[in-house]
């Protein structure tokens, strides 16, 4: 995911290209937008912001639907693999997230293979989220198997930036030299998100919700954000309230 995509990923690895394009070459292998801004045709190859832009061919399907969103990852992942072999070069450093989950894996060879570095930005953490999401247990041949994986791959990459402490600890748990692991947060730009009164809150007046107590989460909706605690939180603490789904 990157430019012109304003899903999270996009968001901060365009910001990202874009502050280490102030100082150094910096070029961006992506695909075609396949979120928020799906349906568009972006061009093959562009210069956004002094950021050199490839996008490779691959799936650009409803993600929604599991098949389809399978076969994104797939061809995407695939067909970045390749342009990674076309374009890194000796000593690069290559910059590269946990998703689509086969990505950072083939990436990591293209870049063994042309002799560059990878850094890998840990967005997910398996086999840890598909057993949060239910999709096999703890302990299974396969949860053993992409575990096995996943050390191979923290062990193979230079620099590991995670986002959190507690991510921070669990990839401590895969990678034998700890040394390699940042902290680095996500942040937010305070021009543009910044508190208001609740007399001047438009969103809050347009959903008549001025003057009642309002809890909120921003973030994504999917398989892994445990959405379910929140509203068996809000029954638990509000057993007598009303509760309404916005």
């Not at 150094?24 to 050199?52: F, M, N, W």
């Not at 409803?62 to 995407?76: E, G, P, Q, S, W």
């Not at 053993?144 to 959190?164: A, C, D, M, T």
Request: some cysteine; glycine content about 6%.
């Amino acid at each position: 995911l990157f430019y012109p995509e304003e899903t999270s990923t996009g968001h901060f690895l365009t910001k990202i290209a874009e502050g280490l394009a102030d100082k150094q070459p910096v070029t961006a292998l992506c695909s075609q937008p396949t979120y928020s801004q799906r349906g568009i045709l972006a061009p093959k190859q562009e210069i956004h912001d002094h950021v050199k832009i490839y996008r490779s061919w691959g799936g650009r399907f409803n993600k929604n639907h599991l098949t389809f969103r399978v076969f994104n990852f797939l061809t995407i992942s695939f067909s970045l693999f390749l342009s990674g072999l076309l374009l890194f070069g000796r000593d690069d450093i290559v910059i590269v997230v946990t998703n689509p989950p086969l990505l950072p894996f083939l990436i990591t060879i293209a870049a063994k293979l042309k002799r560059s570095k990878t850094v890998l930005l840990v967005h997910d953490v398996y086999p840890e989220v598909l057993v949060a999401a239910g999709i096999f247990e703890s302990g299974t041949f396969f949860h053993k198997f992409i575990l096995k994986l996943n050390k191979w791959l923290y062990n193979n990459v230079e620099r590991i930036i995670v986002i959190g402490r507690d991510m921070q600890k669990l990839a401590s748990s895969k990678c034998t030299d700890k040394a390699k692991i940042r902290l680095i947060t996500n942040w937010a730009d305070l021009d543009i998100i910044y508190p208001l009164p609740r007399s001047k809150n438009n969103l809050l007046s347009s959903m008549g919700l001025a003057n009642k107590f309002v809890v909120q989460y921003c973030g994504n909706m999917g398989r892994t954000h445990g959405l379910e605690y929140l509203l068996h939180a809000a029954e638990e603490l509000y057993p007598r309230l009303p509760l309404r789904k916005v």
